[in-house]
Each structure stands twice: as C-alpha cells, then as structure tokens.
C-alpha cells in the first residue's frame, strides 16, 4: 500500500464525519474518523490485499535503547509517543505507512500544535513513517501557518513534507498543504 491511498482514505473520512462531531472532544471526533477510515478501508479490501497493515489508534510508541534500535533499522525516539492514528505492520520496522495526529481545538494553540508537530517529525525520522498528517479541525490553515512559522523563527526543526490538513468548519473543504509548501 502506498501513502496516496492512505491520504485518500484519510480525505473520505474527514468528509463523512458529521457536524454533531465538531463541537466535542478529540476523543469523540477521532472515534468516528476512525470508524470511517476503516469503512474506507473495509471497501477497499485493505485486509485481504495487505493482510499484515493495521490502524491503531493511540498506540504508544516507546523509546528503544540504542542497539535495539539499531537490531530493527530505526532510531531511537527522544520520548515515548502516542500518535492520534497510525497505519503500520506491527512488531517490524517495514511498512511504516502513515502517522497522523488530529486537534479538534478552536483556534488551536501554538504549544499544542507544536508539540503534535514534532511528534510527527520525529516518528517520520526515526520510525521512517512515509507519510505524517496534522489533522486540525474547527481551525484554518493559516492559524497552523502562523504556528510553523514561529516555530521555524524559534529555530525549532520541523519535518518540510508533513502534511496540513484543515477544516475550518464541517462541511467545509479541507485545506491541505505541506510545511514546506506553507513556508515557501
């Protein structure tokens, strides 16, 4: 499975969720964008065609020591780590396909934003995840590129093609640039 298709599945989930689920926690929004993601998934056949890819949902990510690192190919992690999503082969390195993280928060915070920022830089760098997500909903693209932009002004390292997504308000089209597209 390649990343596209993951983001496809991603963008069909993000449109089905529907506005009773905007106004509660994250929690209650990543429950139905999971159930909607598996749908996608389900009529796709991703079981059947890939049998050993799984979506978990805040699964932790704990930190290896060095030369067991080394052992699986990866590198170790500065933290322990709990993604939002994550579409992997468990207990191996190979097919780290995609890490998402999701903020469902008004006018999301730089301090939030950033920390869920470099968790994804971090897993793609150290884990190899092929593709990362910041999902952020009930704020725009522009509240997030204000937040990359202190952050790179800050001096903070940032993962260029971890992709943005928003939508501002159910119903509305996502919006979806990379970093290093929003900081060019």
Do not use: W
């Not at 993951?6 to 964008?33: H, K, N, Q, T």
């Not at 170790?76 to 780290?96: C, M, V």
């Amino acid at each position: 499975m390649n990343p596209r298709e993951f983001l496809d599945f991603l963008r069909y989930a993000i449109g089905s969720v529907g506005p009773g689920y905007y106004g509660y926690s994250e929690r209650v929004y990543c429950y139905e964008l999971y159930h909607f993601l598996r749908v996608a998934m389900f009529h796709r056949q991703l079981n059947s065609t890939h049998p050993h890819l799984y979506l978990h949902s805040e699964i932790v990510k704990v930190v290896l020591n060095h030369a067991d690192a080394e052992n699986i190919g990866v590198y170790p992690l500065g933290n322990q780590r709990s993604p939002d999503f994550i579409l992997h082969e468990p207990n191996t390195a190979a097919n780290q396909i995609a890490v998402v993280e999701v903020k469902v928060t008004p006018n999301v915070g730089y301090a939030a934003c950033l920390d869920d920022l470099e968790k994804l830089s971090e897993l793609k760098r150290s884990y190899h995840f092929q593709v990362g997500v910041f999902l952020c909903i009930n704020s725009g693209i522009n509240r997030v590129f204000k937040h990359i932009k202190r952050a790179r002004d800050e001096g903070r390292e940032l993962d260029p093609e971890v992709i943005i997504m928003a939508v501002p308000k159910c119903g509305q089209q996502i919006q979806e640039q990379t970093i290093g597209q929003l900081l060019s």
